[in-house]
């Protein structure tokens, strides 16, 4: 829906004529994601009203209250790379891309925190942070991701948890464009200070701002955030480097930086392997760990590269029950004291749960790649494989008992899909879940069940949607802790029958979150596509149970 | 093929946004980690390679019309292939040939940013892209003691290309690189003002047709001539004869080098020798031409299938072009081995190279964005510590005198060709 000519001469005027548009040609290419089949049975979602590039606190806080005069929704973002990161719940309604602030704006090595503007990645800051001695935690949807979203307004995992701890518990601070055009200024920053602290003195709301999941835009825009840092006992510059000739996705460290060392150790059985990982994670030694998945292999080049490598597992049926049984640990020090120290603990809790270590596993340059992925990230390749994929993301309470009931329930689910031929599965090779454990496992884990689907397939894609909503279990049956997440976003649809199933299970937390929505809200301007409504639609349901809505925009 | 050909790939974009930068595993200094000029300097995810795939897909899906806002966006880029670069790193589908096919879309349906008709006009009543007489095609050569090939015969023809036919600035160089075959003992001739344009920027613009009739004329030209083997000293040019007359398939059947390829050659065998210092600390620029466009083209027929479920491959087996067969090592070699010369490595070097800002006809519409672009290369040269810049391409070396002149830099440009005349 076009904005009207005053609504759009206001946004004009703060941000100036080369940085808004309404061109259906541009505004096309801000509501094209990944995912978006799955969610409208469409690759496009709403088109904007209108996009624009502001490029200060000041400009953003000057449209939101412009939203707020004439009843525009807004939603903003940084690289845009989620599920429901475009979207707009209503067609009145406009994209703030934030590409023009992409400033790091300190590293205080004193006090290990940095302070970011929005479209800084993850990447650049794991690279600036370096020259420091620090790092930044891997996210799990690549290095374009933005460190704010990751931090303040998003849910995801990744393997340095046990180190870094999940997103939310490093915000230190923020500058907070609320929903009704207010700054706010988190922490420290509330009370006048440097944003050095999140809980005060000042206001905390760092569980408002976020909670577990985020909330994804719904409750206004951060414009700077001070997150924590971590030592980085690596090289404060590296190189990966491949042989002329070779595909760029070759590009490798040609091996484990001093300062880390990588073990993979393969166990006889998924239950050794699960108490492995938690005396691992009480012993608090590890910088990063990961179940059942290495990125130990040389990086396919394309689909075909990987096929042809495939068919090879074929002479080699255990190839997914090994990997599903092996654990890598990566520990670092600064010291080589420190590090023989960990390495020593490795070495016996491997022992005690009769580890071994794979020679093809524990290689010099294995164990490069899979630092690279770990550390790094390799991206999401896993989107090249179908066109799509769907990770779901559930969050037990860490215990053994518990990560295997759910790698089980998971495992068998996947299962069943993948031998109907709807989603991508190697002939005899049975995969499994895999895990990133927070903080040492004493705050949960979050395993992450792939479906590797092709959205463009009619049947693909409607087993994908059963498939989830199985995986989602609603119904309770699983009886884990913890809501379920879909990859980044709790919500698994545009207006989720998540929230409206789990909420009385769980203290009708849905109810508070519409509370808060509302209260910081109240004109209902920020988009909730990827939160919640500020009020429930009447969807169907089937015996009290709220139905999912794919497929409807 | 054609632009809807590549649906699957509209559709299948995720919107990563890996276009925008060079592949993560070469990111090293946060001030070049950007690999798309386009959106570097316009911000909006539509100059991206995902937005064109994008843009695609609307227009496809009859969302859109190719109006003036399309228009700007599509030609708004080098065509420069380090998105495609990128891309592929993880991806098996074709940002630039989608591009390249969007564009020749536009000219079938009449519709070319203005600068670049008059280019088209020029080139189809002068045969260059320079909107310059064809009759002055040759004087760059005036003076040398040359064959001319259309009233004699040689093993090689030496191709300058219309940049450096028609830029006055430049003449040296095209002059200092027949030289240097000359001085090797290599029988060259040259086509004067019989000379014309390869076709491969009227290509990137999107005018095909013109592409096939320059294809034709050089075949038969080289055949009357009876030349063996063709040397061009210009990056776009070989790039064209290499690769995109193979695209089409019209193979000029004569051996094609680039003047670096054939340097090193004549040095490997002694013709020629690199005995006097130069004392410089130089980069080299890798041209687009030169490097991932370069990369030789691969045919391929057949369709797409699904294995293990929904996995998507291709029968028969689909090599995609991902940058890595493009000309790297050469030029350097060549520069290493000049003596007293000190050759550092910029940021963005070989597959993932920024590009100099000329290419794709930005140099012709976009003059001013063409400038930035180059003026940003500058400062990766500068921050590197190289006194020089060295390119292998007119283009590139244009682009940068300009920039550096707009900018106030004071770094030196050479290409190539002008080092090694230096140390022989």
Known sequence: ?553 | MTWQDYTHDMQRCTRCSYCKWIPYRYMRNTDFIEGCPAVARYNWHAYAAGGKFNMAYSLLQGRIDIDDTFLDVLYRCQMDGSCDVSCKVQQDIEPLQLMQELRIKCVEEGKLPPPHLMVIHGLRKEDNMMQSLKSDRGKWAEGLDVKDLTVEQAEVVYHAGCRYSFDKELWPVARAGLSLLQKAGVDVGIMGAEEACCGGRAYELGCSGEMEKYAQHQMETFRTAGVKTLVTPCADCYACFKVLYDKIGRELGIEVFHITQYLERLLKEGRLKLTKKVPLTVTYHDPCHLGRLSEPWVHWQGKEIKVEGQMIVHDPPKKFRRGAGGVYETPRNILKSIPGLKLVEMYRIKEYAWCCGAGGGVIDAYPEFAVWTGAERLREAGAVGAEAIVSACPWCKRNFLDAAKETGNDIKVYDLIELVEKAI
């Not at chain 1, 525009?72 to 891309?97: C, R």
């Not at chain 1, 270590?357 to 989107?383: K, Q, T, Y």
């Open chain 1, 1 to 553: 829906m076009k904005l009207a000519k005053q609504e759009y001469r206001a946004l004009e005027y703060i941000v100036g004529k080369e940085y808004i548009t309404q061109e259906p040609a541009i505004l096309d290419t801000y509501n094209q994601v990944w995912g978006n089949q799955f969610f409208f049975d469409d690759k496009h979602s709403t088109r904007p009203s209108a996009v624009v590039l502001p490029a200060s606190t000041d400009e953003i806080q000057a449209i939101v209250r412009v939203c707020n005069e004439y009843g525009i929704l807004f939603k903003a973002f940084s690289s845009g790379f989620e599920y429901l990161s475009l979207a707009l719940e209503k067609e009145k309604g406009i994209l703030l891309d934030l590409k023009r602030m992409n400033r790091v704006l300190e590293i205080d090595t004193k006090n290990m925190r940095a302070v970011v503007e929005p479209y800084v990645s993850v990447y650049r800051l794991q690279l600036e942070a370096a020259k420091h001695g620090l790092y930044t935690g891997r996210i799990g949807v690549g290095y374009s991701a933005g460190v704010v979203a990751a931090e303040c307004c998003h849910h995801g995992c990744q393997h340095t948890m046990v180190f870094t701890s999940g997103y939310g518990r490093n915000v230190l601070g923020v500058e907070w464009v609320l929903p009704t055009g207010e700054v706010l200024k988190m922490g420290t920053g509330e009370s006048g200070g440097e944003l050095f602290s999140a809980d005060g003195p000042g206001f905390s709301l760092r569980g408002i701002l976020r909670g577990r999941t985020g909330a994804n835009g719904g409750h206004g825009i951060i414009t700077k955030a001070s997150v924590k840092l971590y030592p980085w006992y690596g090289p404060a510059e590296w190189r990966q480097s491949k042989e002329p000739g070779e595909p760029p996705s070759r590009g490798q460290l040609p091996e484990v930086p001093d300062g880390y060392k990588v073990f993979i150790p393969t166990f006889a059985n998924i239950d050794d392997a699960l108490e492995a990982a938690v005396e691992f994670c009480h012993a608090e030694i590890l910088y990063a760990l990961s179940i059942g998945m290495l990125g130990t292999a040389v990086p396919p080049e394309g689909n075909d590269e990987e096929w042809a490598m495939l068919q090879n597992l074929e002479a080699y049926p255990e190839a997914g029950e090994v990997s599903r049984n092996s654990l890598v640990l990566i520990i670092g020090g600064q010291s080589a004291r420190e590090l023989q120290y960990r390495q020593k603990c490795v070495l016996a809790i491997t022992e005690k749960w009769g580890g071994r270590f794979l020679p093809h596993f524990n290689e010099p340059e294995a164990l490069a790649r899979s630092f690279v992925d770990m550390i790094w990230s390799n991206g999401v390749p896993a989107l090249r494989v179908t066109g799509d994929f769907l990770p779901s993301s559930s969050s037990p309470d860490g215990s053994p008992d518990m990560l295997k009931k759910l790698a089980e329930r998971e495992a068998e689910i996947s299962r069943r899909y993948e031998q109907s031929g709807a989603f991508y599965s190697v002939r005899n090779v049975k995969r499994g879940i895999s895990w990133r454990p927070e903080e040492n496992l004493s705050t949960g884990a979050q395993g992450i069940s792939v479906a590797l689907y092709d959205p463009y397939d009619p049947a693909s894609l409607e087993a994908a949607r059963r498939f989830i909503s199985e995986l989602f279990d609603p119904r309770g049956k699983f009886q884990r802790f913890g809501v379920p997440a879909r990859g980044g976003c709790l919500q698994i649809e545009s207006v989720t029958h998540v929230h409206q199933n789990w909420g009385p299970r769980y203290d009708n937390y849905d109810l508070w979150l519409r509370k808060i929505k509302k209260m910081l809200d109240p004109k209902a301007v920020a988009d909730w596509s990827a939160y919640i409504p500020p009020d429930y639609p009447h969807y169907p349901q089937e015996g009290g149970y709220v139905l999912p809505s794919y497929g409807k925009k």
